[in-house]
């Protein structure tokens, strides 16, 4: 079963507007990880935050979490052409297996 | 920084052939896991390790083999291919598991016609 599942499925902003999205889990977790996928590529991690964390930013990323509602936000701000890719979040409940949601597709216009 | 390495980066095989999928990592990583993505899904583990000879089924493991004889390789077998097996497979790795960065390589798509 999935762990994580990402709301939106897909996301379209003009250049220089914030992006944000979420990612709801159903068990208790260790830590939550975003990845970001180009077409065609790989993941590429992003960011991680452990369950006692509460906020954590990289960069233009903002990451949120809220164990009380097994729920997680990523925010882009001020979003760039090169953002355009497939988002992910997984999670880690302390087994050796993470699990990973459908992503949300985020398309940033010039 | 060579980091994790799949190949084939293409293949197209018959239903019934067999085939390995290879993946290593020159991160000296203990966990290594692979992967499969099929349009509007999200990655599901197929096997994982934990370290070299010890090895773990995952979410969608029939008709995959895998094992793993050095912390560097990690490769993957099909045994009898399938349509249903058509997908895009990644490889990962990480220093100590669930809880670290993983790494990804920059995956297979396998065509079983």
């Known amino acids: 079963s999935q762990q994580g599942e990402e709301d939106p499925q897909a996301l379209s902003i003009q250049e220089g507007e914030n992006a944000t999205m979420n990612c709801s889990y159903k068990?208790?977790?260790?830590?939550l990880q975003w990845y970001r996928q180009n077409s065609g590529r790989g993941l590429v991690h992003l960011i991680l935050?452990?369950?006692?964390?509460r906020e954590k930013h990289s960069g233009r990323l903002r990451v949120t979490l809220d164990t009380s509602k097994k729920s997680s936000s990523l925010l882009i701000t001020a979003s760039r052409a090169a953002d355009t890719a497939s988002y992910f979040c997984?999670?880690?409940?302390?087994?050796?297996?993470?699990?990973f949601g459908k992503g949300t597709k985020l398309s940033v216009i010039p | 920084n060579a980091g994790v390495t799949q190949t084939p980066k293409f293949q197209v095989l018959k239903t019934g052939q067999s085939m390995t999928l290879q993946c290593a990592q020159d991160?000296?990583?203990?966990?290594m896991s692979w992967y499969r993505q099929d349009p509007g899904m999200g990655l599901r583990l197929i096997h994982y390790?934990?370290?070299?000879?010890?090895?773990d089924q995952g979410e969608v493991p029939n008709g995959y083999n895998v094992s793993r004889s050095t912390t560097e390789d990690f490769p993957l077998r099909l045994l009898s291919a399938a349509p249903s097996q058509t997908s895009v497979y990644f490889c990962a790795s990480s220093y100590g598991g669930t809880g670290d960065i993983q790494y990804f390589g920059a995956g297979t798509r396998l065509s079983v016609l």
């Open positions: 390790s934990v370290g070299a000879g010890i090895t």
């Open positions: 991160m000296n990583h203990e966990y």
């Open positions: 935050i452990r369950s006692n964390e």
């Open positions: 997984s999670s880690g409940a302390g087994s050796y297996q993470l699990t």
């Open positions: 068990t208790s977790i260790n830590n």
